[in-house]
């Protein structure tokens, strides 16, 4: 395939039409000089636009009524003049124009909703990838290709998204397949069967005239489902907006730490708005948008900036000086980036690979994220097909059930060396009435009996914690040790449950010091390579940031992993990453100190740069460096090297900081 530039710009252009004066300003030249000027390299052009509209000409679709000319393919020519990589945009799952023609072609949903948004609703109506429409949509992607040939660099067809439609076509198919339109779970399953045939025939369809094209299908996340046809993308692109309820600042490093696993070219998204698409005439604050990009940079993917062009097709010179200022930098600090790859050595179980997920951050990721985030730990996520040896430790979140075929797996992984840590129900099998494996060194009696209930840390992870019971507030699983099993942390139960019939307080009834201690919070197995978390700490972590189940986490984790791959002395709010390059070989670790805050009611925002001084930072090499350094601006850095550690101290972090061992 072609490949990805690194400062790209993501150049929406839904442009409804009943506006009159649509490329009026468009100036080639001065297109291009913008571009440059902000640093980018590619830019994602329209073909056609969620209003339904097409951007070129000639063609048989229906041009947008006040478009006058060949747009695109004077975007086109121009930005390749410059050597500037151009990517067409093909919308696929809404079209407004094709909606009020067609709305035969609409999604139903199973209450009987077309296209899902109502008649009233100012948005778009979602058609069905397997009704005619997409016949529609494929001859048009058809009359690009045939327009313009070996010009295209590649293609992005959006909102591919199917739901549990029950239109006709789809109630006639799902009967023929055998499956139960009544059925929730039959409607999922044939979806999904629908957005994987639709990425299919699209990529073999591109492939087959243009193998060399880039070809993305985007659905707002990279999904675990997603591993089925990933061989129908080129790449993947994370779009990720945090100044949203729909994303937010722990999507994209969850995303990427999957998507990394599936052997892909990467592309992180972001947007200049204050808001998301659609948001004209705002701008992001520039420390957010810095550190959404170096975040990207950080972890191993290019950069995507979105923007909208204005309907007369003049950038916004404001938008574009913030583009050029983070995209200067970008460009800067790229020799250390490209082809970098992240390393780990622990991975977190993506429970989408075994549960129906609804949104796109699940709240058990968020927790387990932020606890080894801001303990500086280095880790992916993995599903089920990933290859796990390559990992030191395997975390179970929550709510991951085993069936035979995965029980199998971590067995097999344990044999080999491996060490898991599982919390909540995780572990059990799917129907929740015992553990998968004895490895996990406790036997089910039940759901606790009581909530909240109390724990008190044993010796063995006390370090960190006063002397004294700590609340948990998320109920647990009732367990007992098997035999050789280890308790790290006992429960103590409350007086009595908080119930209409009796109360104390405010809030949880307090501890029964008279009481023995309960079932076990915590165990290790008797082989040492599983430790159990009665309760879900990391959907609690997430929802209530109790620091305490942070501490008892990592303190559990280092019995594990006594030696991670980076130590660090900076604080919490540090996000710190380690990569390596292999030409040259080099390990690069990216320092990050921005901090979003709720200022505001709906999303979190950054407004300032914290910066960070002397920082203590530790990380592991095969082998003594010549040389540390920072990046890019060259300073060596004194070091010590021991027990395969390179110690050195960063004198100051100012945002985005990269330290080299080479």
Same mark, same amino acid.
């Given at each position: 395939m072609k490949p990805l530039r690194m400062r790209q710009v993501h150049l929406d252009f839904h442009t409804a039409g009943a506006i009159d004066d649509v490329g009026a300003d468009w100036n080639a030249e001065a297109f291009v000089e913008t571009l440059q000027r902000a640093h980018v390299d590619s830019v994602t052009l329209f073909a056609r636009c969620h209003h339904g509209y097409v951007y070129y000409s000639p063609t048989r679709f229906e041009m947008h009524p006040a478009l006058t000319f060949d747009l695109l393919g004077e975007q086109i020519e121009a930005c390749h003049r410059a050597n500037i990589r151009t990517p067409i945009y093909i919308t696929v799952g809404w079209d407004e124009l094709i909606a009020s023609r067609h709305p035969e072609w609409l999604e139903v949903t199973p209450e009987g909703v077309r296209g899902i948004n109502g008649p009233l609703v100012a948005g778009w109506k979602k058609l069905c990838l397997n009704s005619p429409y997409l016949d529609y949509v494929w001859e048009q992607t058809e009359e690009v290709m045939d327009l313009f040939g070996d010009e295209i660099d590649g293609f992005f067809f959006d909102i591919i998204h199917q739901y549990e439609c029950v239109c006709p076509y789809c109630l006639r198919d799902m009967a023929g397949a055998g499956l139960n339109p009544e059925s929730p779970v039959h409607r999922q399953q044939f979806a999904l069967r629908v957005m994987n045939a639709y990425r299919k025939r699209f990529a073999d369809g591109v492939r087959a005239r243009l193998p060399e094209a880039t070809i993305f299908h985007n659905a707002g996340h990279i999904h675990a489902e997603l591993r089925d046809t990933a061989d129908t993308f080129s790449h993947f692109e994370l779009e990720s907006l945090p100044s949203t309820g729909i994303w937010g600042y722990n999507h994209f490093p969850i995303t990427v730490r999957y998507a990394r696993t599936l052997n892909k070219p990467l592309l992180g998204m972001t947007g200049k708005f204050h808001t998301a698409w659609g948001d004209f005439s705002s701008l992001k604050n520039l420390p957010a948008l810095e550190f959404e990009c170096y975040q990207m940079l950080a972890n191993g993917t290019a950069c995507s900036i979105g923007d909208q062009l204005h309907p007369r097709g003049r950038l916004d010179d404001a938008a574009y000086r913030l583009i050029g200022k983070v995209y200067a930098s970008v460009e800067a600090k790229e020799p250390w980036c490209t082809n970098a790859v992240a390393q780990a050595d622990i991975a977190v179980?993506?429970?989408?690979?075994?549960?129906?997920?609804?949104?796109?951050? /699940?709240?058990?990721?968020?927790?387990?994220?932020?606890?080894?985030?801001?303990?500086?730990?280095?880790? /992916?996520?993995? !599903?089920?097909?990933?290859?796990?040896?390559?990992?030191?430790?395997?975390?179970? %979140?929550?709510?991951? %059930?085993?069936?035979?075929?995965?029980?199998?797996?971590?067995?097999?992984?344990?044999?080999?060396?491996?060490?898991?840590?599982a919390t909540g129900r995780s572990g059990l099998i799917p129907d929740g009435s015992r553990f998968a494996l004895d490895a996990f060194g406790v036997r089910l009696i039940g759901d606790a009996p009581f909530t909240p209930d109390y724990a008190i840390a044993r010796p063995e992870l006390k370090a960190d914690l006063e002397n004294t019971e700590y609340v948990i507030y998320d109920r647990g699983m009732e367990v007992e040790p098997v035999e050789g099993s280890t308790i790290l942390a006992d429960t103590r139960a409350p007086y009595f449950n908080r119930t209409w019939a009796h109360f104390c307080s405010h809030r949880q009834t307090p501890p029964d010091l008279a009481r023995p201690v309960g079932y076990p919070a915590i165990t290790i197995n008797a082989a040492g390579n599983v430790i159990y978390f009665a309760h879900p700490i990391f959907d609690?972590?997430?929802?209530?940031?109790?620091?305490?189940?942070?501490?008892?986490?990592?303190?559990?984790?280092?019995?594990?992993?006594?030696?991670?791959?980076?130590?660090?002395?900076? %604080?919490?709010?540090?996000?710190?990453?380690?990569?390596?390059?292999?030409?040259?070989?080099?390990?690069?670790?990216?320092?990050?100190?921005?901090?979003?805050?709720?200022?505001?009611?709906?999303? !979190?925002?950054?407004?300032?740069?914290?910066?960070?001084?002397?920082?203590?930072?530790?990380?592991?090499?095969?082998?003594?460096?010549?040389?540390?350094?920072?990046?890019?601006?060259? /300073? !060596?850095?004194?070091?010590?090297?021991?027990?395969?550690?390179?110690?050195?101290?960063? %004198?100051?972090?100012?945002?985005?900081?990269?330290?080299?061992?080479?």
């Open positions: 179980f993506n429970v989408e690979a075994v549960r129906a997920e609804n949104g796109r951050v /699940d709240t058990s990721h968020s927790g387990v994220l932020r606890m080894l985030m801001e303990a500086h730990h280095q880790f /992916d996520f993995v !599903d089920d097909r990933a290859d796990w040896n390559r990992y030191r430790v395997l975390i179970l %979140p929550d709510k991951v %059930p085993l069936d035979k075929t995965l029980a199998a797996k971590v067995k097999s992984y344990l044999d080999a060396g491996g060490k898991i840590i609690g972590y997430r929802r209530q940031a109790v620091k305490w189940y942070k501490t008892l986490f990592l303190a559990a984790l280092r019995i594990l992993l006594p030696d991670p791959l980076v130590v660090s002395g900076g %604080p919490s709010t540090a996000q710190i990453t380690m990569l390596r390059q292999s030409d040259p070989a080099r390990t690069v670790v990216h320092l990050l100190h921005y901090i979003p805050e709720r200022r505001g009611l709906e999303f !979190d925002t950054i407004e300032d740069v914290i910066p960070l001084y002397r920082v203590p930072l530790s990380f592991k090499v095969a082998e003594r460096p010549a040389r540390v350094y920072l990046a890019p601006q060259g /300073d !060596d850095l004194a070091f010590d090297y021991d027990d395969g550690y390179v110690r050195t101290t960063v %004198p100051e972090v100012m945002g985005h900081q990269m330290v080299v061992a080479e």
